[in-house]
């Protein structure tokens, strides 16, 4: 029976991501992908196609690509996709290539997505059976949480946009889950190689060095060291192979060994490539210092723009260095209440960065919602959840009304759009609490259970479980 | 490749004789044939006023059209018209004015500059266009600007009769007003070439008295015959275009900036028995043979563009010595490179390609190879291959690391 139920939600999952796919290639179909990649909320200063499209001319002309500040990427993204921004073929849209391009990074970051929900899952239930509290848990309904995840990745319009709307962020996305891909499955080159290329590409996800420590040295998620203490002191015994294993530094030491490898050869890679323009400084002052001071104020779905338009001379490098300070030093405090699910850990940081960094985009969220379906089975009691789905509907819905009230008709201004900006921030601020309070409630629901388990074992009573 | 660019300097030993000595034969006739051809003008008039000519009018914005959609800009025409149609209080379509009765097409859109409209358009005016002899108050948008490099195209339609155009009703221009005015713009140098095009009945007469070189003139009737509206157009309730200037927008509409359809194609468009009467064309002052000249000379506006590379501070650029070559021969002959800026992108490809080719060819591969690397040449493709390598780097490290 319980094969049988797996198999058919394995046959739904694999419909449903046919159908994502080829919802994507319709959509490509249309004339001009429906003019999403000129919408401020899809394609930024730094994930727009047209500027990469004006950084491979101006390489092709034999000038720096960054010339003109319009370019602020990788240069080896302007190799590997540059080619694909002039070819034509007949009688297809013009992009088709790098939407293809888009798609397959989409279907790929989908699969690895779901390979590291399994994983998870499977570690989380071993570590509940070492806890004996897998009949409990049996009883409610548990989701594949790979599945679930990577089906939200798919079918999220917030994706399908970001994925037809031309922007390089389903690339920028398929590196970060690499990352934790790797860690996940202790992978090390892997996880070494997705981390540096996501910190090549865009420079917030070196923070994830600190979930992926984490989860080389410890594994994936379980419950605190001391729910496994309590659990088995009361018992009286200490069975020693049902514990899990302490912090191991072998395997962050081989981590540090490939990232070093892979920053090097990357390093060498654009130094060789834009030799001539400048050299590896001018490329960490377009892409590095471009995003963290600032330059382009041009208006997106965050709140920097609006602030920074405004701000003295005076006072600018010091508000840059509170709004930087802003993601820097939530990061300790996770960290350290968090250290026993990096996983857990990575989503919140994944979203505090896509909420604060300097140019979000719909791309961006993208990736937290996709990684926060690994974690629906915990968060099947999270409040306002509905208050949050309508907030990200709305939200959705009236950033283009104000963005066009305010630049095309005139009749609305910068107030209009900066509006939803904050409202979107608001909401994602929200689900990072709710989240995270989500989580505690769950670990304090697995802290009742034990105790009360531990409790009922002494006294000799069944006791009910709290739904 | 390399014997091109051996045989650059030969080639220019072979050419320096033969520009010398075409450049004293140049001296020695007029000075305006040694001019290149460097602009296209327009000017168009139409001489009607009041709702009952309104084919004229849809008649000139319809050549209007056409000459802006196959490149001459704004600044380069000089459109008068009357211009009470299209706000007429007996005009169903306010602010549109149609040539055919389909109403595909408005002709007044968003894009329309008259330059002379209502009663400036005059005998007075339109000579004093022709001849640049105005108060000094005249904006320049209503001066024709020429030079002796341009050619000037000259569009006229109305009611005419024998040797006559009669103007708003009120006053009439004659042939021998036009000739003199021609004969003084090539005193002054004021035309390279120029096309006469007229659309009246009696058409043919009114440039019975040219005498200037370099001037192509074709009317839509011959002494004697009328030239005839085309249709009725039944909803705006009058004829909505001529037949001469139907047929010769059939011709035009096929085709687009690039074509290099020649004059007598379009000369000999004609049909009589179509227009009701005879397209008569004089070409006895034309030196040129219309076959070899296109109709883009005088109706569109394509300009030779020579790319220099001067602004940019970086390396010259992989084909420049080509571009070199190239302009300096096409100096001395008058053909227009249509094609130009689609051609830079194929050689550029094309280009691209070839050093990868003599990469492979040479004999010790590390001794060039790290020459071509200190020279800057040949980086893309390093950093391609190491882009390429990087993912089976990665498989087999994961694998075996496993």
Same mark, same amino acid.
């Given at each position: 029976?319980?094969?049988?139920?797996?198999?058919?939600?394995?046959?739904?999952?694999?419909?449903?991501?046919? !159908?994502?796919?080829?919802?994507?290639?319709?959509?490509i179909?249309?004339?001009?992908?429906?003019?999403?990649?000129?919408?401020?909320?899809?394609?930024?200063?730094?994930?727009?196609?047209?500027?990469?499209?004006?950084?491979?001319?101006?390489?092709?002309?034999?000038?720096?690509?960054?010339?003109?500040?319009?370019?602020?990427?990788?240069?080896l993204?302007?190799?590997?996709?540059?080619?694909?921004?002039?070819?034509r073929?007949? *009688?297809?849209?013009?992009?088709?290539?790098y939407?293809?391009?888009? =798609?397959?990074?989409?279907?790929?970051?989908?699969?690895?997505?779901?390979?590291?929900?399994?994983?998870?899952?499977?570690?989380?239930? %071993?570590?509940?059976?070492?806890?004996?509290?897998?009949?409990?848990?049996?009883?409610?309904?548990?989701?594949?949480?790979?599945?679930?995840?990577?089906?939200?990745?798919?079918?999220?319009?917030?994706?399908?946009?970001?994925?037809?709307?031309?922007?390089?962020?389903?690339?920028?996305?398929?590196?970060? $889950?690499?990352?934790?891909?790797?860690a996940?499955s %202790?992978?090390?080159?892997?996880?070494?190689?997705?981390?540096? /290329?996501?910190?090549?590409?865009?420079?917030?996800?070196? $923070?994830?060095?600190?979930?992926?420590?984490?989860l080389?040295?410890?594994?994936?998620?379980?419950p605190?060291?001391?729910?496994? @203490?309590?659990?088995?002191?009361?018992?009286?015994?200490?069975n020693?192979?049902?514990?899990p294993?302490?912090?191991?530094?072998?395997?962050?030491?081989?981590?540090?060994?490939?990232?070093?490898?892979?920053?090097?050869?990357?390093?060498?890679?654009?130094?060789?490539?834009?030799?001539?323009?400048?050299?590896?400084?001018?490329?960490?002052? &377009?892409?590095?210092?471009? +995003?963290?001071? =600032?330059?382009?104020l041009?208006?997106?779905?965050?709140?920097?723009?609006?602030?920074?338009?405004?701000?003295?001379?005076?006072?600018?490098?010091?508000?840059? +260095?509170?709004?930087?300070?802003?993601?820097?030093?939530?990061?300790?405090? @996770?960290?350290? %209440?968090?250290?026993?699910?990096?996983?857990?850990?990575?989503?919140?940081?994944v979203?505090?960065?896509?909420?604060?960094?300097?140019?979000?985009s719909?791309?961006?969220?993208?990736?937290?919602?996709?990684?926060?379906?690994?974690?629906?089975?915990?968060f099947?009691?999270?409040?306002?959840?509905?208050?949050?789905?309508?907030?990200?509907?709305?939200?959705?819905?009236?950033s283009?009304?104000?963005?066009?009230?305010?630049?095309?008709?005139?009749?609305?201004?910068?107030?209009?759009?900066f509006?939803?900006?904050?409202?979107?921030?608001?909401?994602?601020?929200?689900?990072?609490?709710?989240?995270?309070?989500?989580m505690?409630?769950?670990?304090?629901?697995?802290?009742?259970? /034990?105790?009360?388990?531990?409790?009922?074992?002494?006294?000799?009573?069944?006791?009910?479980?709290?739904? | 490749?390399?014997?091109?660019?051996?045989?650059k300097? $030969?080639?220019?030993?072979?050419?320096?004789?033969?520009l010398l000595?075409y450049?004293? $034969?140049?001296?020695?006739?007029? &000075?305006?044939?040694?001019?290149?051809?460097?602009?296209?003008?327009?000017?168009?008039?139409?001489?009607?006023?009041?709702?009952?000519?309104?084919?004229?009018?849809?008649?000139?914005?319809?050549?209007?059209?056409?000459?802006?959609?196959?490149?001459?800009?704004?600044?380069?025409?000089?459109?008068?018209?009357?211009?009470?149609?299209?706000?007429?209080?007996?005009?169903k379509?306010?602010?549109?004015?149609?040539?055919?009765?389909?109403?595909?097409?408005?002709?007044?859109?968003?894009?329309?500059?008259?330059?002379?409209?209502?009663?400036?358009?005059?005998?007075?005016?339109?000579?004093?266009?022709?001849? *640049?002899?105005?108060?000094?108050?005249?904006?320049?948008?209503?001066?024709?600007?020429?030079?002796?490099?341009?050619?000037?195209l000259?569009?006229?339609?109305?009611?005419?009769?024998?040797?006559?155009?009669?103007?708003?009703?009120?006053e009439?221009?004659?042939?021998?007003?036009?000739?003199?005015?021609?004969?003084?713009?090539?005193?002054?140098?004021?035309?390279?070439?120029?096309?006469?095009?007229?659309?009246?009945?009696? !058409?043919?007469?009114?440039?019975?008295?040219?005498?200037?070189?370099?001037?192509?003139?074709?009317?839509? &009737?011959?002494k004697?015959e009328?030239?005839?509206s085309?249709?009725?157009?039944?909803?705006?309730?009058?004829?909505?275009?001529? %037949?001469?200037?139907?047929?010769?927008?059939?011709?035009f509409?096929?085709l687009?900036?690039?074509?290099?359809?020649?004059?007598?194609?379009?000369?000999?468009?004609?049909?009589?028995?179509?227009?009701m009467?005879?397209?008569?064309?004089?070409?006895?002052?034309?030196?040129?043979? @219309?076959?070899?000249?296109?109709?883009?000379?005088?109706?569109? &506006?394509?300009?030779?563009?020579?790319?220099?590379?001067?602004?940019?501070?970086?390396?010259?650029?992989i084909?420049s010595?080509?571009?070199?070559?190239?302009?300096?021969?096409?100096?001395?002959?008058?053909?227009?490179?249509k094609?130009?800026?689609?051609?830079?992108?194929?050689?550029?490809?094309t280009?691209? +390609?070839?050093p990868?080719?003599e990469?492979?060819?040479?004999?010790?591969?590390?001794?060039?190879?790290?020459?071509?690397?200190?020279?800057?040449?040949?980086?893309?493709?390093?950093?391609?291959?190491?882009?390429?390598?990087?993912?089976?780097?990665?498989?087999?490290?994961?694998?075996?690391?496993?």
């Amino acid at each position: 029976m319980e094969k049988l139920k797996k198999k058919i939600g394995s046959i739904s999952f694999w419909k449903w991501v046919i !159908a994502s796919v080829i919802f994507r290639l319709i959509l490509i179909y249309f004339p001009q992908n429906l003019n999403l990649s000129s919408r401020p909320e899809v394609s930024t200063p730094l994930t727009s196609f047209r500027r990469l499209a004006e950084g491979y001319w101006l390489k092709q002309s034999s000038m720096s690509p960054y010339a003109g500040s319009m370019y602020h990427g990788s240069p080896l993204l302007l190799l590997l996709l540059g080619p694909l921004t002039v070819k034509r073929i007949e *009688g297809q849209p013009n992009h088709i290539l790098y939407s293809l391009v888009s =798609v397959i990074a989409d279907l790929v970051s989908a699969m690895l997505i779901r390979a590291t929900g399994q994983n998870l899952q499977l570690a989380y239930l %071993r570590t509940l059976g070492s806890l004996d509290l897998v009949k409990q848990i049996e009883g409610s309904e548990i989701h594949p949480s790979g599945d679930v995840a990577a089906l939200i990745y798919l079918c999220n319009p917030f994706t399908i946009v970001a994925c037809v709307g031309l922007s390089t962020s389903p690339i920028e996305n398929m590196a970060v $889950i690499l990352c934790l891909y790797g860690a996940c499955s %202790r992978l090390i080159p892997l996880a070494a190689f997705g981390w540096v /290329i996501a910190t090549h590409l865009s420079l917030y996800p070196a $923070i994830l060095i600190i979930p992926v420590i984490f989860l080389l040295g410890r594994g994936p998620d379980a419950p605190p060291w001391k729910l496994f @203490l309590q659990r088995h002191q009361q018992n009286g015994m200490l069975n020693q192979s049902k514990l899990p294993p302490g912090f191991s530094w072998g395997p962050i030491i081989r981590f540090a060994f490939w990232s070093l490898v892979w920053s090097v050869y990357v390093l060498v890679l654009c130094g060789i490539s834009l030799k001539q323009f400048g050299g590896l400084w001018e490329m960490f002052k &377009s892409t590095y210092g471009f +995003i963290l001071t =600032v330059e382009d104020l041009s208006p997106n779905i965050g709140v920097l723009w609006y602030f920074f338009a405004e701000v003295f001379e005076f006072f600018r490098s010091f508000f840059l +260095i509170v709004f930087h300070v802003n993601i820097l030093f939530m990061i300790l405090p @996770l960290a350290i %209440r968090l250290h026993h699910r990096p996983c857990y850990l990575a989503f919140v940081y994944v979203a505090i960065f896509s909420m604060l960094k300097s140019y979000p985009s719909v791309g961006d969220s993208a990736l937290y919602l996709g990684l926060l379906g690994w974690f629906v089975n915990e968060f099947s009691d999270m409040q306002f959840s509905l208050f949050l789905f309508c907030g990200y509907v709305g939200v959705s819905l009236l950033s283009p009304v104000m963005h066009n009230l305010w630049i095309w008709r005139g009749t609305g201004n910068a107030n209009f759009y900066f509006a939803t900006a904050m409202v979107y921030a608001c909401l994602q601020i929200v689900l990072v609490v709710e989240g995270v309070s989500a989580m505690l409630n769950h670990e304090r629901k697995l802290r009742r259970l /034990i105790t009360g388990k531990t409790q009922d074992s002494k006294s000799g009573l069944l006791s009910d479980s709290s739904p | 490749m390399e014997t091109f660019n051996n045989s650059k300097p $030969i080639l220019l030993f072979l050419l320096l004789p033969c520009l010398l000595l075409y450049s004293l $034969i140049a001296f020695n006739s007029s &000075s305006v044939e040694a001019a290149m051809h460097t602009n296209n003008w327009a000017v168009l008039v139409c001489t009607s006023r009041f709702w009952f000519n309104y084919r004229h009018m849809a008649n000139t914005l319809s050549l209007y059209r056409t000459v802006k959609r196959l490149g001459i800009p704004d600044e380069r025409i000089i459109l008068m018209l009357a211009d009470d149609m299209a706000c007429n209080t007996r005009n169903k379509y306010p602010a549109q004015v149609f040539n055919n009765e389909n109403h595909r097409l408005n002709l007044y859109g968003d894009n329309v500059e008259v330059d002379y409209r209502g009663y400036e358009v005059t005998v007075e005016n339109f000579l004093r266009v022709l001849t *640049g002899r105005h108060e000094t108050a005249v904006p320049r948008s209503k001066r024709l600007l020429s030079d002796e490099g341009s050619h000037i195209l000259l569009y006229m339609t109305g009611h005419g009769g024998d040797e006559f155009l009669k103007f708003q009703d009120s006053e009439e221009l004659q042939s021998h007003d036009l000739a003199d005015a021609v004969k003084q713009m090539k005193e002054k140098h004021r035309f390279k070439e120029l096309l006469i095009m007229v659309d009246t009945c009696q !058409a043919a007469t009114l440039f019975n008295q040219l005498q200037s070189p370099g001037v192509l003139a074709i009317g839509s &009737s011959m002494k004697g015959e009328n030239s005839y509206s085309h249709h009725l157009d039944s909803d705006v309730g009058v004829s909505v275009v001529d %037949r001469f200037t139907y047929y010769t927008l059939a011709f035009f509409e096929r085709l687009n900036i690039y074509d290099n359809a020649s004059l007598s194609s379009s000369f000999s468009s004609y049909n009589p028995s179509l227009l009701m009467s005879t397209a008569y064309y004089r070409k006895d002052l034309y030196k040129r043979n @219309l076959e070899e000249v296109p109709v883009t000379n005088f109706f569109g &506006s394509v300009m030779e563009t020579i790319h220099t590379d001067a602004a940019y501070k970086a390396l010259s650029r992989i084909n420049s010595g080509r571009f070199e070559a190239q302009t300096s021969l096409d100096q001395s002959v008058h053909h227009i490179e249509k094609r130009m800026p689609m051609k830079v992108n194929d050689q550029e490809e094309t280009h691209n +390609i070839i050093p990868e080719g003599e990469e492979g060819a040479s004999k010790c591969p590390w001794s060039t190879f790290w020459n071509k690397f200190r020279k800057g040449e040949n980086v893309d493709t390093l950093v391609n291959y190491g882009l390429v390598a990087m993912i089976p780097l990665l498989v087999i490290s994961t694998w075996l690391v496993q």
